[in-house]
């Protein structure tokens, strides 16, 4: 595998399970590929139903244990497990932006937020309070404990390859779940290293598994722990059509679900808002990741009275943004991850631009001595977009802004609102009284007020509708990986 990093044994490419790195049973492998050229860089374990069984097995016979140990001793390893990953950062950043494409300065600031929720939640360990209730009739004491739901499933997708797996990997072990994870079949390699630096922490053996597998085989892998009674919880980052899947899988076996799937945000620039502002927020949501984030602005509003002036900023600073790979200093938009990928992206472009949308910057792929590969697109500018538009109703997942015109508040919102997803959702206005009242109205479980980048450990991230259930970070975050046990003690009379 060529990447040059300080540490080698960073780069892991069997499973680990019970404390043991090992090849999958059967021994077949998934390939990786480098969505900068497309090639094969590193083979993985492609995993089947028996690899995830052991695995489940080895985090059910861990589980007594680690539960029982105090919360200050369970704090203690993901302390250790936070200062290996910042230690590290260097060459996760690097195998980061490898496999998945991001230019490497955001690989960093990935790595940074990914420890971030290690972090917090070995602080968050020893906090998980119960209650004591008044006593309501005599002779009994009333009192509430919160206890580990048990074995948790953690399915990631391949955006933010640590960022995802560690904000659910950190909460469980925190709240002394053990885990069995599967990362997503693009950027095995990141999940593969934090699990190393986490065998490494002295995390003991089987309280943390990791099986990795294909695209085809990853029905069969998760299917084994869906059905299997040992596993308590599904904790899923993705798509809003595989989370529905597994809430329907799980229901025989009545699992506990969190679920932070698709969105469609909304952004919506009102006539009273400050311009230059509402495009730094713009640039900061729409473009980190080249556009690949669950939260980006999808449908952006602009108030008819801005509309010509926010374009032209908008476009300014959208024609500065330098295409090309991760390893390049320069680049702020990496390839895309993969062929589907771009496929998408180009035709929720064309199909736009066939409906009366008008271009007014990029459009089309990518193809030069720098961006010398097959995923790269351009940034682009959709203006007179409307709701006829595959993009409108879809996420796009790309660096593609459409501007959709309004000119009344009741109607903004309601459009903004008229989607199955409710994720994220930003507006700019300088007027106070509107910014509580749009606030309040619109749906979604993240709002973005004259601000773009919202994700920190410390607030509750997750969606309603479609866009999902559960929350991740945030003194919310562990008790999605707790369950309320209430004891009634007699006899006092
Ligand atoms: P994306 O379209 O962004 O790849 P997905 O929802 O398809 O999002 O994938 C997110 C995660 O879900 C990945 O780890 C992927 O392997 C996994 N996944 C995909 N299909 C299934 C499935 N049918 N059952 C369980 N997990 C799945």
């Not at 927020?281 to 008819?304: E, I």
Request: charged content about 25%.
């Amino acid at each position: 595998m060529s990447l040059t990093l300080t540490r080698t044994d960073l780069l892991k490419e069997q499973n680990f399970i019970d404390g043991q790195w090992r090849d999958c049973i059967n021994g077949f492998k998934h390939e990786v590929a480098d969505p900068a050229t497309g090639a094969t860089f590193a083979s993985v374990s492609d995993s089947s139903a028996v690899d995830a069984q052991m695995a489940a097995t080895a985090a059910q016979t861990a589980f007594d244990g680690w539960r029982a140990l105090p919360a200050r001793e369970r704090a203690r390893f993901l302390k250790r497990w936070h200062a290996l990953i910042v230690e590290n950062s260097e060459d996760l950043a690097k195998i980061i932006s490898r496999e998945q494409g991001k230019p490497l300065a955001e690989a960093r600031g990935e790595v940074a937020y990914g420890a971030s929720y290690v972090e917090w939640f070995s602080e968050e360990a020893v906090r998980s309070y119960g209650d004591i209730i008044p006593e309501q009739v005599g002779g009994k004491k009333l009192m509430v404990t919160k206890e580990p739901v048990g074995v948790v499933a953690a399915i990631t997708p391949w955006n933010f390859p640590l960022a995802m797996i560690a904000r659910k990997i950190a909460p469980a072990l925190a709240a002394g779940c053990t885990v069995v994870a599967k990362p997503a079949e693009d950027t095995p390699l990141t999940a593969l290293a934090l699990v190393r630096l986490a065998e490494e922490a002295g995390i003991p053996p089987g309280v943390l598994n990791i099986v990795t597998s294909s695209r085809e085989k990853v029905k069969e892998v998760v299917g084994a722990w869906l059905t299997d009674t040992r596993v308590r919880k599904i904790t899923f980052t993705g798509s809003t059509a595989v989370g529905k899947h597994l809430a329907r899988e799980s229901a025989d076996t009545l699992k506990r679900l969190s679920l932070e799937l698709g969105g469609n945000a909304p952004f919506i620039v009102f006539e009273d808002a400050e311009l230059d502002a509402a495009v730094n927020g713009l640039m900061a949501a729409k473009f980190r990741n080249g556009g690949q984030t669950c939260v980006s602005p999808n449908r952006v509003y602009v108030h008819d009275a801005v509309y010509a002036q926010f374009a032209e900023k908008l476009v300014a600073r959208v024609e500065a943004l330098r295409v090309g790979p991760a390893t390049r200093d320069d680049s702020l938009i990496g390839p895309m991850i993969n062929a589907r990928a771009v496929d998408k992206i180009e035709s929720h472009v064309q199909d736009a631009l066939a409906r009366g949308g008008k271009l007014l910057t990029g459009g089309k792929r990518v193809k030069n001595d720098v961006a010398d590969g097959p995923n790269y697109f351009a940034p682009t500018v959709i203006i007179e977009a409307n709701h006829d538009m595959a993009l409108a109703s879809e996420e796009t997942f790309g660096p593609v802004v459409p501007l959709f015109r309004f000119s009344d508040e009741n109607e903004v919102v309601r459009l903004a609102n008229n989607t199955p997803y409710g994720l994220a959702a930003y507006f700019y206005s300088r007027d106070i009284a509107r910014v509580s009242r749009v606030a309040g109205r619109l749906q979604a479980g993240i709002v973005g007020i004259n601000e773009g980048a919202l994700a920190s450990e410390a607030a509750p991230f997750g969606g309603v509708k479609e866009s999902g259930y559960g929350r991740e970070g945030s003194r919310y975050g562990l008790d999605d990986y707790m369950q309320t046990k209430y004891h009634c003690q007699g006899g006092f009379a």
